[in-house]
């Protein structure tokens, strides 16, 4: 498939830029400069000053990701210079240079570039860590090259599509903590489009069984240890919420398990359980879904995905923690055999909860997961789930709701979303939403009305987690997009892979 032949090698040199040998060479410039930097003076001049005409004549001003390919001859052995915009200096963002770097390696893909020549970090701040530019690069251009292309016929005879990209820096101090970075973001973009490959496949390839061989297949791949569930060992363990919410569909529900141990541990249980939504698709069950934008119900697997993705990355990049993914799937499908509204499930806690909405269905088979991972008593518990609708009416898709039990975890996780530039919005929770979901027949029910919805959703789970520290990510909003990112194509996005690693390595 496309995709899979489409490899990026990223490396950092120490060459002097005027020298660089590829076809075509990215400077990343600020808005507003009425001049050519210091750092570029000597290559304009072997340029014949077309850097410093264009910038004259204000045919390129700098806006963040903004792009003017300059065709040069004679004097430097590259053809094109491709000035790319870093935005405002004041103000500016690690995530400026990520978006940068993939405008630069999507605009190169389209010139058939196959080596590429990349400065876009030598203006920054002195104060800059140069660990994060060289990850925030390598993530840029690594996750820019991903697109979901696997069925578009006229793309899958595309054998090549390699790209050589190059990262120059002179100074050799500089080198080496870039080089550490670049690494660390090669890895986790790569994690991250693991995620996205297989959220973006339909849910007539994707089903849980289909899914849970996946992780079996890039469990044997990165060197996880992986055990799968299947619905008879599901219903020994009495696992009573994926079971229902799965039965409605012949592909069977799975409970996936990817391990990483990564130390000798000397406290029993992991030191995180990260616990993501794999719903392969939400019809909504026997309280139907309207058909307007259903399609995009494959998505509903996308925390799922997002932990297949970031073990991957997990494992490759060795961190020395004890991390388990947990992954519930199932489809909810009408049917016959479908659960009910009315019905009430006995859930692996042993908790009871009325049905009132199949559509709620997310909160049915995330109780499970929780509760076993409860079991193992880690430190913490993270889940990811396309959760609810009301959080993409609270939050619109800029941020993902981020709901916790404990003001460091949220500290640690805000802190790491600031680094991968996915945004997390911490909403309230707890008592007074945990009060909607009290039914009179049962523990619980599995909708609180309309009011708060993301933060019933959020209390509802919150009811399985024991006593570790636990954040509940809704990425409803973020998981998929229709709108292109400079780093990021359409489809799934992987939101939340890059985070949880931030997280992990800290
Ligand atoms: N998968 C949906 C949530 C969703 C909605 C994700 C829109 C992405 C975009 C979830 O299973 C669901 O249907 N939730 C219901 C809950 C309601 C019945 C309480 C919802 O949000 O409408
Ligand atoms: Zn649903
Ligand atoms: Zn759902």
Not at 174 to 201: H, L, S, T
Request: proline fraction near 4%; hydrophobic fraction near 40%.
């Amino acid at each position: 498939m496309a995709n899979q032949a489409k490899t990026t090698n990223v490396t950092i040199s120490s060459d002097n830029i005027s020298k660089y040998k590829g076809e075509a060479l990215a400077l990343g410039l600020f808005q507003g400069a009425k001049s050519v930097p210091a750092e570029f003076k000597a290559l304009d001049k072997a340029l014949g000053s077309a850097i410093g005409n264009i910038i004259q004549l204000k045919d390129f001003k700098g806006k963040l990701n903004e792009t003017s390919i300059l065709y040069v001859s004679g004097k430097v052995p590259v053809k094109r210079v491709i000035l790319v915009g870093l935005g405002k200096s004041r103000g500016f963002k690690l995530d400026n240079i990520r978006q940068a770097a993939g405008t630069v390696a999507r605009l190169a893909e389209k010139l058939s570039v196959q080596r590429l020549g990349l400065v876009l970090h030598t203006l920054l701040d002195k104060d800059q860590d140069p660990q994060l530019l060289g990850q925030a690069i390598a993530e840029g251009v690594v996750a820019g090259r991903y697109d979901y292309q696997d069925h578009v016929s006229a793309n899958n005879d595309k054998t090549g599509g390699a790209m050589k990209i190059t990262i120059l820096e002179s100074q050799a101090s500089k080198v080496v903590k870039m080089n550490k970075g670049r690494r660390i973001g090669v890895i986790q973009a790569a994690g991250q489009n693991n995620a996205r490959a297989v959220n973006n496949r339909p849910g007539n390839e994707i089903n849980p069984p289909s899914l849970a061989r996946h992780a079996q297949s890039m469990s044997r791949k990165y060197g996880l240890k992986c055990k799968v569930f299947n619905d008879k060992q599901l219903a020994e363990m009495k696992m009573g919420g994926i079971l229902a919410v799965g039965q409605g569909s012949s592909s069977k529900p799975r409970l996936i398990m990817m391990e990483h141990k990564g130390r000798v541990g000397k406290s029993k249980g992991p030191d995180a359980v990260i616990v993501g939504k794999a719903v392969t698709f939400d019809s909504g069950g026997i309280s139907l879904k309207p058909s307007l934008n259903m399609e995009a119900m494959k998505f509903d697997k996308s925390g799922g995905c997002s932990v297949l993705g970031l073990m991957t990355a997990v494992a490759q990049l060795k961190i020395p923690r004890h991390v388990v993914g947990l992954i519930p799937s199932v489809e909810n499908l009408p049917s016959h055999t479908s659960y009910r509204p009315g019905d009430i499930i006995k859930t692996y806690s042993g908790k009871t909860v009325e049905i009132q909405n199949t559509d709620a269905e997310g909160r049915m088979i995330l109780c499970d997961a929780l509760s076993y991972a409860a079991r193992m008593k880690p430190k913490v518990i993270i889940d990811i789930a396309t959760l609810t609708g009301a959080c993409v009416i609270a939050l619109g898709e800029h941020h993902a709701g981020l709901f916790s039990n404990n003001d460091k975890l949220i500290e640690k996780l805000k802190a790491a979303s600031e680094i991968s530039g996915e945004p997390l919005w911490h909403m309230p929770s707890g008592e007074p939403y945990l009060d909607q979901m009290k039914s009179k027949i049962a523990d619980l029910k599995n909708i609180g009305g309309r009011p708060g919805g993301s933060c019933t959703a959020a209390a509802f789970l919150s009811e399985f987690i024991g006593a570790a520290a636990w954040a509940h990510i809704d990425v409803a909003a973020v998981a998929d997009t229709e709108k292109a990112k400079p780093y990021r194509g359409i489809g799934a996005t992987g939101f939340t892979v890059r985070t949880i690693l931030e997280y992990l390595r800290q």
